[in-house]
C-alpha cells in the first residue's frame, strides 16, 4: 500500500534553486513591507493570475515548488521502510525487539506517506477555494488575507517545507512558521444583518398596523431582548464578522480607542457590546422613521379592513391626480385636495417663494414661512388661550403619499 504514495515525488525535482525566490515570493513574502502593501501585493497577484487563466488555474496535487522536499521525503522514507522490510524477511523472531522495531518503522513510514498524500491534497483543495470564492470576512486580519491570496496566486508554496509527520509549514506574512492544517479563513456569515432587517421590518409593520402610538421606550424591553437572542446565536466569531461588516462603525470605533481597524481585528475588546447598542440604536432610528398608522398629530384613527379598503383607494387616486412628475408642479391642486378630503376640519396651505403668484405664509410676527406644506394648528399658550399657527408639514415641493395620508380623515371619506 505504501508504494502507492512514492509516485508522489514524479522525480522531476524543483526548477527554483534552494535559496532562490519565485516571482511571486520575491513580489509578495518581503517582511519589511508594510502589512497593507503586501496584501495589496498579493491581490493583485492573484487577480492577474486568475485574469490570465479565465479557464481556471491548474493546480497539482505535487506543485513544482514543493517537488523536491517531496521527492526527499519519500526517498528518506523510502529507505527506512525497505530496511525495515528486509529486517522481517529475514526470519528472525518475531517476539524480538529488532522484528517489533521493524514493524514500528513499516507503521510509522506508512502513517507518514499517508498524511504526505492527505495534507499535498487539503492544500491543492484549499488553494482551489481560495481561487473559486476569494471573499472572507471582514473580521479577517490583514496577515491572514495576504496568506489567504498567497495560497491563491501559489505564491505560498515557496514558503512552505514539510514536516517529519508529512505535515505542511508556511511563513506568514509576519515571517514566522505556522502549520498550514491550522490555517482558517471566515466567510462572511450574512445572518446577524438578515436578522437586523427582519427586525426592522417588523416593527415598521408593527407601527403602521397598531392603532395607537407605541413610544420608542416601551419597545425597548422587547428590542433588547431580541438582540440578545441573537448575538448568542451569532456566537463570539459570528458577532464580530457581523459587525466588521458594518465599515462606519469599525472604523467610527477604532478611531475612539486610539488604534488601527487591523489592531482591532486582533484584540477586538468591547466591540461586541459597542455594537450590540449600536444595534439598538439603529433600531430605535429605523422605527421611529416608520410610516405611522396612528399619527399623534392627525388624530385621525380607524381599524378594519373597511379603512384599509379606504386607504388603498385614496392612495390610488393620489397617485393619478399627483404622479411623481407631477408633485411640485402642482402644490395649489395639492392644498385643494387636501382641504377637500379633510371637509374644512382642518386647513392647509403651500407657501412659496415671495414674491411669487403662489404667495407666502405669515408666521405670528409676520415673517414669511419657508417654501413648504403647512397645516394649521390651534396651540393652547399658557394663559389657557388658543391661537392658531401654521406647521410645516415637509420642507419643500415634494409631499408624498405616505407623509400625506397622516393628515386625512377616513371618517369623512366615502369608500366608493
Excluded at 262 to 275: F, H, I, Q, S, T
Excluded at 335 to 353: E, M, V
Aim: aromatic fraction near 10%; hydrophobic fraction near 35%.
Amino acid at each position: 500500500m505504501a508504494i502507492d504514495f512514492y509516485k508522489l515525488g514524479k522525480q522531476s525535482g524543483a526548477k527554483t534553486a534552494e535559496g532562490q525566490q519565485s516571482g511571486f515570493q520575491s513580489l509578495v513574502s518581503s517582511a519589511t513591507k508594510p502589512i497593507e502593501d503586501m496584501l495589496a501585493n498579493s491581490k493583485a497577484a492573484t487577480a492577474a493570475l486568475t485574469a490570465a487563466m479565465p479557464a481556471g488555474v491548474p493546480i497539482e496535487k505535487v506543485p513544482e515548488e514543493l517537488r523536491s522536499q517531496v521527492t526527499n521525503f519519500l526517498t528518506e522514507n523510502k529507505k527506512s521502510y525497505t530496511d525495515a522490510t528486509k529486517v522481517i524477511a529475514s526470519g528472525i523472531n518475531p517476539q524480538s525487539d529488532r522484528y517489533k522495531n521493524a514493524v514500528e518503522t513499516i507503521n510509522k513510514v506508512n502513517i507518514r506517506f499517508e498524511n504526505l498524500s492527505g495534507n499535498l491534497e487539503n492544500i491543492a483543495l484549499k488553494r482551489q477555494a481560495a481561487l473559486d470564492d476569494p471573499s472572507y470576512s471582514n473580521f479577517t486580519t490583514d496577515e491572514d488575507a495576504t496568506t489567504f491570496n498567497n495560497l491563491a496566486n501559489g505564491s505560498l508554496y515557496t514558503t512552505m517545507t514539510v514536516n517529519e509527520d508529512g505535515s505542511f509549514n508556511y511563513v506568514d506574512a509576519r515571517n514566522e512558521s505556522k502549520k498550514f492544517s491550522e490555517f482558517k479563513i471566515n466567510k462572511t456569515g450574512y445572518l446577524g444583518q438578515q436578522a437586523y432587517l427582519a427586525m426592522v421590518e417588523a416593527n415598521a409593520k408593527y407601527k403602521l398596523q397598531n392603532r395607537t402610538f407605541v413610544p420608542w421606550e416601551k419597545m425597548l424591553e422587547n428590542q433588547t431582548m431580541q438582540v440578545d437572542v441573537l448575538f448568542n446565536k451569532l456566537g463570539p466569531t459570528g458577532v464580530l464578522d457581523y459587525a466588521f461588516s458594518d465599515n462606519q462603525f469599525i472604523e467610527d470605533y477604532a478611531k475612539t480607542k486610539k488604534t488601527t481597524v487591523n489592531d482591532l481585528r486582533k484584540l477586538p475588546e468591547g466591540v461586541a457590546e459597542e455594537y450590540k447598542k449600536y444595534n439598538l440604536l439603529k433600531l430605535k432610528e429605523e422605527y421611529e422613521a416608520a410610516q405611522n398608522f396612528y399619527d399623534p398629530n392627525s388624530g385621525f384613527t380607524k381599524t378594519g379592513l373597511e379603512l384599509q379598503a379606504k386607504k388603498k383607494q385614496e392612495k390610488d387616486a393620489f397617485l393619478k391626480l399627483f404622479p411623481s412628475k407631477k408633485v411640485k408642479e402642482a402644490p395649489q391642486e395639492m392644498i385643494k385636495y387636501l382641504n377637500n378630503k379633510t371637509a374644512n376640519t382642518r386647513d392647509f396651505a403651500f407657501s412659496g417663494i415671495p414674491g411669487s403668484q403662489v404667495g407666502s405664509l405669515k408666521d405670528e410676527n409676520g415673517n414669511d414661512l419657508p417654501i413648504g406644506f403647512y397645516i394649521r394648528k390651534i396651540v393652547i399658550g399658557e394663559d389657557q388661550t388658543e391661537t392658531a399657527k401654521w406647521e410645516l408639514i415637509q420642507e419643500g415641493f415634494k409631499l408624498t403619499w405616505p407623509r400625506l395620508e397622516n393628515y386625512l380623515n377616513y371618517d369623512l371619506i366615502a369608500l366608493n
